[in-house]
């Protein structure tokens, strides 16, 4: 994705209505894992979407009902696109009150906090120990991050041992 329009396009799809949202997505439904005797077999409950523009794919089998790992999917798929697609920062507003993690503004509000901790090191108006505690409540988010900071740990070692 170009970086100029993923910031807008990325923002369209974490503000977009479900109805939107979903005209762009591929389902697949499949027989859940795990406990749940012979009903786990015989209904297709598990949810697969796949997010065509994004190339993005999410699995939801927490509940027994379809329609409500639908729901779950299509949260975790917002949650996805916010950690995974990287904008230019631009400056952000705190808000006096930091959206709640079921918030349907959580996931953009997310996503412009990472573009400027990528960024900059940091977000304006919000200190390093308020940050952290932002980033950590969400632990999905917070294991995401400690990933990536190895992954980039260990790139930028072997860069410095290839040049030596």
């Not at 993923?6 to 503000?15: E, G, N, P």
């Not at 400027?116 to 632990?139: C, N, P």
């Amino acid at each position: 994705m170009n970086p100029a329009s993923s910031s807008t396009l990325r923002d369209q799809y974490l503000a977009s209505p479900d109805a939107e949202i979903m005209s762009q997505i591929k389902w697949d439904f499949h027989k859940g894992g795990g406990n749940g005797g012979q009903k786990v077999n015989k209904t297709s409950s598990s949810v697969r979407l796949y997010h065509v523009p994004t190339e993005i794919t999410v699995i939801c089998r927490e509940s027994r009902s379809q329609t409500r790992n639908r729901q779950i999917a299509l949260s975790k798929l917002r949650k996805r696109i916010a950690l995974e697609i990287r904008c230019p920062a631009k400056t952000i507003t705190i808000p006096p009150q930091i959206p709640s993690l079921q918030g349907s503004g959580y996931p953009l509000f997310l996503a412009q906090v990472l573009d400027s901790v990528y960024e900059t090191g940091k977000v304006e108006g919000m200190t390093r120990s308020a940050l952290e505690r932002f980033l950590r409540r969400d632990e999905e988010v917070w294991r995401y991050l400690s990933e990536r900071r190895t992954t980039d740990y260990a790139q930028y070692f072997n860069a410095v041992r290839n040049q030596n």
